[in-house]
């Protein structure tokens, strides 16, 4: 049947596919010309980029007639679309770029193709379908990578504070993860708990004005917080204070804080002790909740912990030594004898004034108290760490 003069001759489905072969070279120059025109973070490109996003267009638009050709048999046609694409561009243009680039290409492909074949409409709708979701699935996967990417470097680096190896590394693997910490640094080590919030954790420490570092290791949590703005001092809240507001992100026991340090390349010595006051605290029945790590020197000197150690022997020992041997003296004696004040002035042939007024120097010079019980408890070990150390000092003269 012949027909209607004035009708549009419809086109068979293998003459469609050969006319939109014969047009892909010509909507590829149209595609980059209006690129440059529509889309100025486009123009402002090195020119190997905008050749990347180029081949990028022109593989959409070949892919739309391979995915036209035969729909059924490749209906993920379109995620080969961004295999053109080197890694790197990923992290050039963002997904709302990308989004309006598809949105040109599928322009120009509809004004030109459309008006052509009204028929192909419906394919051009479904295709640019396809490539939308192919990008945001590119993405995905992208971002889904460095996330896994990040956690393990994160867990690396805390590994690496722990054990205070790679410290040279610190800086470049630290600023790999968006580190923005530029002040003091503390760690805080205590049991993880189920399940752990890692996000909100460093929501809490983003709103005062730290950064975090997160490991687990078994069922412990370790945190390492570094001060954003070393500027600013005054006024910031202290690690024990900030300590307390990530509270709800541990689980039962107690919370270790380890000493404040310059930098995170000495982060190392923050996390070493609060590590070993957080394994000093069990032996206490009931520990408080929140403890800084040199408040557990003496346990952790019992424990073997030989900064702790050095650090008794160095403000306590050391300093009562070189000031007066009447002060080592008589707190020895006053240790000794249960802290009794008769006893004490009985054994050096002194009046009891006399020791208390040596006492009280005593606590003037390194900040402890003898009378108390926690203290004088610290103070015998320092005490008897301080003799051992002279007596191997002698020996090996």
């Known amino acids: 049947m012949p027909v209607p003069q004035g009708q549009p001759v419809a086109k068979t489905k293998q003459e469609t596919l050969d006319w939109l072969q014969s047009i892909s070279g010509d909507l590829a120059t149209i595609t980059l010309q209006q690129l440059d025109e529509l889309l100025p973070w486009y123009r402002t490109m090195p020119a190997a980029r905008r050749s990347t996003i180029g081949l990028v267009a022109q593989a959409g638009i070949t892919s739309f007639v391979a995915w036209y050709k035969d729909p059924k048999s490749q209906p993920w046609v379109a995620a080969d679309v961004f295999g053109t694409a080197p890694r790197e561009l990923l992290r050039s243009i963002s997904l709302q770029e990308t989004l309006q680039l598809i949105r040109v290409v599928v322009q120009v492909v509809e004004d030109r193709v459309v008006q052509e074949d009204e028929s192909l409409r419906e394919a051009v709708l479904l295709y640019s379908r396809e490539i939308a979701f ?20 994160e867990a690396l680096v805390v590994d690496s504070i722990l054990s205070g190896e790679h410290e040279e590394e610190l800086p470049s693997r630290i600023a790999a993860l968006g580190w923005r910490a530029r002040g003091a640094v503390a760690a805080v080590i205590g049991t993880a708990a189920e399940p752990i919030d890692q996000d909100g954790l460093r929501r809490v420490a983003r709103k005062h004005s730290v950064d975090a570092l997160i490991g687990v290791h078994g069922n412990r949590l370790i945190v390492v917080l570094g001060r954003i703005d070393e500027s600013k001092t005054e006024g910031q809240p202290s690690f024990q204070k900030i300590a307390t507001a990530l509270d709800p992100f541990f689980g039962a026991g107690g919370v270790v804080i380890g000493p404040e340090v310059g930098s995170v390349a000495q982060a190392h010595r923050s996390a070493k002790a609060a590590l070993a006051g957080f394994a000093a605290i069990k032996s206490w029945p009931k520990p408080p909740r929140h403890i ?46 249960g802290r009794s004040l008769e006893s004490t002035a009985r054994e050096l042939f002194v009046h009891p004034n006399t020791v208390r007024y040596r006492l009280k120097r005593i606590s003037e010079i390194i900040g402890w108290d003898a009378t108390g019980p926690r203290e004088a408890f610290v103070l015998q070990v320092a005490m008897v760490l301080g003799s051992m150390s002279e007596i191997e000092a002698r020996k090996r003269r």
Request: hydrophobic fraction near 50%; avoid cysteine; aromatic fraction near 6%.
């Open 292 to 337: 800084a790590a040199d408040d557990l020197l003496a346990e952790r000197a019992l424990g073997g912990d030989m900064l702790a150690k050095s650090t008794l022997l160095d403000i306590i020992y050391r300093p009562l030594a070189s000031n007066s041997p009447e002060l080592l003296e008589t707190l020895a004696h006053y240790l000794e004898t």
């Open 134 to 153: 192919s990008a945001a699935d590119v993405y995905a996967r992208a971002a889904e990578a460095r996330g896994l990417w990040d956690a393990r470097l």
